[in-house]
């Protein structure tokens, strides 16, 4: 069956310093990637996403890009904020918009300090 | 955006009782929903699908029978957790599509 793995968490960083949060995935076909924030108190929002291979998926600074070589949907930002503290989620589907349920990694807890 | 509303955010029940998860669309119909499980350190697990006027289609090892879902509106879903029991307790988060998927607030359950 589909799997997605990502990195474990919490992952601590210093304020403008540069994230990577890795993500690779198991799946049958050509599935959707996607990554998700949850921000404290508040539901999962997605936060980019690449429906094909080589695809770069980006918003708010942050980007990945799909790459079906190493099966993999890294995800990264030049220059954090505490703002950016938050648990993000690696996911996948095989339809665009998730319409048929999505597939999800653990979550990485992401702490920005000022 | 699409706004997807959960409720409660959190309960606390005794073992044996039953409680209800609210799943609503806020500002579009949606004719399917989803219903997720997270264990603490693991994945969102996608427990069903919920469909608006039919039965819904669970996962693969999930209990039909301990978690009732009721698709009774464009806008509504529940999910009940039948005679709960402490390995019930979880968080429990739902999703609306519409071109993409929206998610709810998650319930925090726990079981006593």
């Known amino acids: 069956g589909d799997s997605v793995t990502q990195m474990e968490g919490p992952v601590t960083l210093s304020e403008e310093a540069f994230l990577t949060i890795n993500c690779t995935y198991t799946?049958?076909?050509?599935?959707?990637l996607f990554w998700y924030v949850q921000y404290p108190g508040e539901g999962l929002q997605l936060l980019l996403k690449?429906?094909?291979?080589?695809d770069k998926g980006s918003n708010k600074g942050f980007e990945a890009t799909y790459r079906k070589e190493t099966t993999s949907f890294h995800l990264e930002k030049g220059s954090v904020q505490v703002s950016d503290s938050a648990v993000y989620f690696c996911?996948?589907?095989?339809?665009?918009?998730?319409?048929?349920?999505?597939?999800f990694g653990k979550g990485t807890h992401l702490i920005i300090q000022p | 955006g699409a706004v997807v509303s959960q409720h409660p955010s959190r309960v606390i029940c005794k073992s044996g009782t039953s409680v209800k998860i609210e799943c609503r669309s806020l500002?579009?119909?949606?004719?399917?929903m989803f219903w997720y499980r997270q264990f603490p350190k693991k994945s969102l697990m996608l427990m069903a699908t919920?469909?608006?006027?039919?039965?819904?289609?669970?996962e693969q090892g999930v209990e039909k029978d301990k978690f009732l879902i009721n698709h009774a509106s464009l806008t509504l879903s529940t999910l009940t957790v039948t005679s709960a029991h402490p390995e019930d307790s979880s968080f429990y988060i739902c999703?609306?599509?519409?071109?993409?998927?929206?998610f709810g607030q998650g319930t925090r359950l726990t079981v006593v």
């Open positions: 996911a996948l589907a095989h339809s665009g918009g998730g319409a048929d349920g999505l597939t």
């Open positions: 999703s609306a599509t519409r071109g993409e998927a929206f």
């Open positions: 799946a049958t076909g050509y599935p959707s």
């Open positions: 690449a429906t094909k291979a080589d």
């Open positions: 919920s469909n608006e006027g039919s039965k819904a289609t669970y």
């Open positions: 500002d579009f119909q949606a004719t399917t």
